[in-house]
């Protein structure tokens, strides 16, 4: 199985901070990668598929970059709002489909 | 819109069957792959399986031996059994819909403890 490494595992900003969250994948998985976002006790919710493609809804301040083995999501500016855990997952090939460990974004 | 809501009993005793049940509402489990997937303490998440109302169905080789899963098309609901639980089973457990290979929809989540 394709392993996601995440990183950092949490990370400390500020509202209108900009942010980057990797992953990198054990193997090439072309652009297979999705972002997901999740609060406490709500469900997830998908960001970014396809590497780069944002979901329907979703701030235009989300984006997602990379190709091969090495990914991120970036937050151009941190809303309130923001502050989640947020993970990935890989689907090269899949399933299994596997998924990062995740990021807690903190204030 | 379409929302997802998993239940089930919050306690298993080890080696027996984990049983629960997403209920979906908004809209048909027709015509989509659905997805369990848990998450155990402080681990990151891990796909088990989905199927479709047509039966095609693929499980995580980890969890293949001991896991069913099934669909209710008159209850619109999908169920996930995994037997001969243990300790390793303790996780929140999130049912989810699939478009295409990505999860565009997710339940809230159950907790589910293996304790006897």
């Known amino acids: 199985d394709t392993q996601m490494t995440q990183s950092p595992t949490s990370l400390s900003a500020s509202v209108g901070d900009r942010v980057i969250i990797s992953c990198r994948a054990s193997q090439d998985i072309t652009s297979a990668v999705a972002w997901y976002q999740q609060k406490p006790g709500k469900a997830p919710k998908l960001l970014v598929y396809?590497?780069?493609r944002l979901e329907s809804g979703v701030p235009s301040r989300f984006s997602g970059s990379g190709f091969g083995t090495d990914f991120t999501l970036s937050i151009s500016t941190l809303q309130p709002e923001d502050f989640a855990t947020y993970f990935c997952q890989q689907y090269h090939g899949a399933p299994p489909y596997t998924f990062g460990q995740g990021t807690k974004l903190e204030i | 819109q379409v929302q997802l809501q998993e239940s089930g009993p919050g306690l298993v005793k080890p080696s027996e069957t984990l049983s629960l049940i997403c209920s979906v509402s908004?809209?048909?489990?027709?015509?989509?792959?659905w997805s369990w997937i848990r998450q155990p303490p402080g681990k990151a998440l891990e796909w088990i399986g989905h199927m479709s109302t047509t039966g095609d169905s693929r499980y995580n080789p980890s969890f293949e031996s001991r896991v069913t899963l099934s669909a209710d098309t008159s209850k619109n609901q999908l169920s996930l059994g995994l037997r001969s639980v243990t300790a390793a089973d303790t996780a929140r457990y999130y049912c989810?819909?699939?478009?295409?290979?990505?999860?565009?929809?997710w339940g809230q989540g159950t907790d589910v403890t293996v304790s006897s």
């Open positions: 989810a819909r699939q478009e295409g290979d990505v999860f565009d929809i």
């Open positions: 908004g809209g048909s489990i027709r015509n989509y792959f």
């Open positions: 396809a590497a780069s």
